[in-house]
């Protein structure tokens, strides 16, 4: 059974500073997705990583995975208050190739 | 419309009544899902369909009923439920399910129905 475990759960940082969030998973794929969630909101996909040693950016926001050792990495770069949100990571798995979702990390960026 | 639309956003009933929940996707896939999100399980999975055919059910219980009548429209149906299934239900689309349409599967997801059962 494929699972999929992201740490920090909770993180509560400043504005400007940079934090890693980590996304592990069990079992091999090489598909993984980053989604944002806003209080009361819908999902928004964020990143799509389809290979090995993929990295995209998009504003502070930088996402990268290693299939090797079954990890993604959400890294972000001087945090803004707008930054505040859940992050969910997915990966591909499952008998249909579904999304399997991490717990969620909730970030909060005060001033 | 773009995207994927869910109808009604809010949704107050009691155990004894009968609702459906409607999405529908303007986004030409063909793979649609529901998805319950609450406090105690942040995105469990219920429904798969895939070309109008059911692919997946999580051991969903019975009272809460798909039905996808077209590549575009996903309904569930919800009749005597208890307090627990007050949740977020979401509903999202693809391309189609890995190994069919698409090379992978990123998921859209609509904007979710608040379910409250009293």
């Known amino acids: 059974e494929l699972k999929v475990e992201q740490n920090p759960l909770f993180l509560s940082m400043q504005e400007g500073k940079n934090y890693t969030i980590y996304c592990n998973y069990s079992t091999t794929s090489d598909r993984l997705y980053w989604y944002r969630q806003d209080p009361g909101k819908s999902l928004e996909s964020l990143f799509v990583l389809l290979s090995n040693g993929a990295v995209k950016q998009e504003g502070r926001l930088m996402a990268s995975l290693d299939t090797k050792a079954r990890l993604s990495t959400l890294h972000i770069t001087a945090a803004v208050h707008d930054l505040s949100a859940t992050y969910f990571c997915?990966?591909?798995?499952?008998?249909?190739?579904?999304?399997?979702f991490g717990k969620g990390t909730k970030l909060s960026v005060k001033p | 419309e773009t995207g994927v639309t869910q109808t009604p956003r809010h949704l107050v009933m009691g155990m004894t009544n009968k609702k459906s929940l409607k999405c529908e996707q303007h986004?030409?896939?063909?793979?649609m899902y529901w998805y319950k999100q609450s406090a105690k399980k942040p995105l469990e999975l219920m429904f798969v369909?895939?070309?109008?055919?059911?692919?997946e059910n999580n051991s969903v219980p019975s009272r809460f009923s798909p039905e996808c009548p077209n590549s575009s429209h996903l309904f569930l149906h919800l009749h005597t439920l208890q307090p627990e299934d007050s949740a977020l239900y979401l509903c999202?689309?693809?391309?189609?399910?890995?190994?069919?349409?698409?090379?992978?599967?990123?998921?859209?997801f609509g904007p979710g129905t608040r379910l409250t059962v009293l």
């Open positions: 986004l030409g896939h063909n793979a």
């Open positions: 999202a689309s693809s391309h189609g399910t890995s190994g069919t349409m698409a090379s992978y599967n990123e998921q859209f």
């Open positions: 369909y895939s070309l109008e055919e059911r692919v």
């Open positions: 997915a990966v591909e798995g499952g008998s249909q190739g579904n999304l399997i």
